[in-house]
C-alpha cells in the first residue's frame, strides 16, 4: 500500500480525514474539499453527523449551503464509522481539549482518538493533531502510543502539531487566510506536514519541532490573558480614580509603537483564553517553574464577572432599588461580537450570580438564543423587541453584535450598564442614566445625554 508522499499530496490524490467535526475540524474539512481533496469528516457523535448529512451546519462560519456543495459533489462525506480512516492517507485530530475541575489538562479526548487511529489507520499515514494542549503532548501520546504498536517512526507514521487558530465569527481571517504553524516529530513529518497545509492555507510556518508548535499556541493566548488582566485591572482603578479608562486608551492608542491596545470587559470567554494559559502553568509546574503572572493573570480575568455582578448591586443602589426581586435583562450572551459561542462565556457567570442574590434575570441574544445552565435547565433568549427593554430595571450590555440596534437600546433603557463602552459618548436627544465600568462606576452614577 502506497504510504503518504509530497507528490501524492501535490497530485491531491491523498485522502484526508478529519476526526472532530466542530469549530476547527468541520471548516478544516470543507476547505480540504474545496480544494480538490477526497475529505473525511469523522466524529463519534451520530446526531452531529446525520444532521451534518443533510446539509445542516452548526457552525457559524460555515453555511448550510456551503457545506451541501461539498457532500453534493462527493470530496466530502460524514462518517461515525472508525473503519473509513483506514482509507486516509493524513489524519487530522481536531478534539476538545477542557480541563478538569482542578484545572488539570482533561486528555481523554486525544487519547481516545489515538486509540482509535491505532485500531484503524494504514501503514505510512500522516497523522496531524491540532487541538491546544502542553509541549510535549505530539510526542508523549502520538508518537509513543503509535511505536508501542509497532509503527516506525519515518516509515510507518509520520507526525505534526500544528496548532488552529479558528476565531469564531471573524469574517476576515478565517481557515485559509490565517497563517498555519506546523511542527514535526522529524524532518520527514515537518515536510509532509507542511506540504498537506500549504494546498489549504496561503501562508504556512514550519518549526523544528512539535514542542515548539504546541508551545506557540499557548504564547499566543497567555499574552492575550495577561494583557486582558492587566487593562482590567486598569479599568478597576481607573475606577477608583474617577477617570474614564476608555479614553485613556484610546489616548494611549495613539502612539504608533510600543503600545498594543487591549480592552476591559464582563470577562474572558472561548475555548482558548481561559483554559490555555493553564495548560502552560500545569506543565511549568511539572518542572518546578511556577509562574505567577499566569496564575495572577487568570485570578483577575475570572473574577471579572462577580465584579460586574457587584456593579450591578451599585448601579440599583444608587437608584433606590433593591437586587432582590429586580428584572435585569443580559443583552449579547455569546463570549465575543458577532458569535454564537457560549463556551466559558462570561455572560453565562453574571447570569448565575444575578440570579443568587434575587434578581429576576432575562436575556437576549439573536445569535445566541439558548443555553443550558449549571442544572440542566435550558433557557431561552427573549425576542429582540426594543420596546420591551423600558419594562426592566437594569439593562446590563455584555456582547455588541451588529444585529443590535444601539440607538433603540439607548432609547428604550431606563437604566443601563455598560461593559464594554458599546455606547460610547456618542448621546443626543434626551437624557439617560447610564454608567459603565472603568468610569467612577464605585460613584454616583451620571445623568448623562442618551440615544
Known sequence: MEIISKE?????EAK???MGMGYVGLPLAVSFAKNGFETIGYDVNSKKIDSLSQGISD???ISDETLRVRLENGKLQLTTNPNSLLDADAIIICVPTPLTKSMEPDMRYIEVAVDTIK??????VLISLESTTYPGTTREIIGAAMEEEGFVLGTDFFACYSPERVDPGNKIFQTENTPKVVGGLDSASKELGETLYSQVIREVVAVNSTEVAEMSKLLENTFRSINIAFINEMALLCEKLGIDIWET????????FGFMKFTPGPGIGGHCIPLDPMYLSWKAKSKNFYSRFIELAHEINHLMPEKMTEHVVETLNEHRKSING???????MAYKENSNDLRESPGLQIFELLRKRGASVSFCDPKAPRFIDNQGDAHYSIPLNYDDFSSYDLVVLLTKHDVFDIAKIGENSTLILDTKDILKD????KKRTYGKIGNQMNQKSQEVPSY
Open 59 to 61: 457552525i457559524e462560519d
Open 249 to 256: 486608551i484610546e489616548a494611549s492608542s495613539t502612539k504608533p
Open 119 to 124: 485500531k484503524n489507520a494504514k501503514k505510512g
Open 326 to 332: 429586580s428584572h435585569i435583562l443580559l443583552v449579547g
Open 426 to 429: 456618542s448621546y443626543e436627544e
Open 8 to 12: 501524492k499530496i501535490l497530485k491531491k
Open 16 to 18: 484526508i480525514a478529519i
